[in-house]
């Protein structure tokens, strides 16, 4: 299976950007879609952005017109570029990778707003 490995996760001040990159370990085959979620203390995690293979991007209500996902076949890698950050976008961000075979979640990166 192929393995995913997030970074760029750190402490902001609001208003500031940050950054995510979401690394696969391997080669993508047959992918469906790759995307970023996010899960706040004591609540649900959510979708935050989300690209398919075809280039088709959809984003979280609260994120629209801050945050923009892109993704780089080449390097099996997708971004996440945040502008504008507020402290309710602190949360921990995960990487999702939907392909024919896997449902897969990388391990986390924690993004701190501080107002």
């Known amino acids: 299976q192929v393995q995913l490995v997030e970074s760029g996760g750190g402490l902001v001040q609001a208003g500031g950007s940050l950054r995510l990159s979401c690394v696969a370990s391997?080669?993508?085959?047959?992918?469906?879609?790759m995307g970023w979620y996010r899960q706040a203390p004591g609540k649900q995690r959510e979708l935050v952005a989300r690209?398919?293979?075809?280039?088709?991007?959809n984003y979280g209500d609260s994120v629209r017109g801050r945050f923009t996902i892109s993704r780089d076949s080449a390097l099996n890698t997708v971004y996440l570029q945040m502008n504008s950050l507020k402290p309710e976008d602190t949360a921990v961000y995960y990487c999702n990778l939907q392909t024919i075979l896997q449902n897969s979640w990388g391990p986390g990166t924690q993004v701190t707003v501080s107002s």
């Open positions: 690209i398919t293979s075809g280039g088709v991007t």
């Open positions: 391997k080669s993508i085959r047959g992918l469906i879609a």
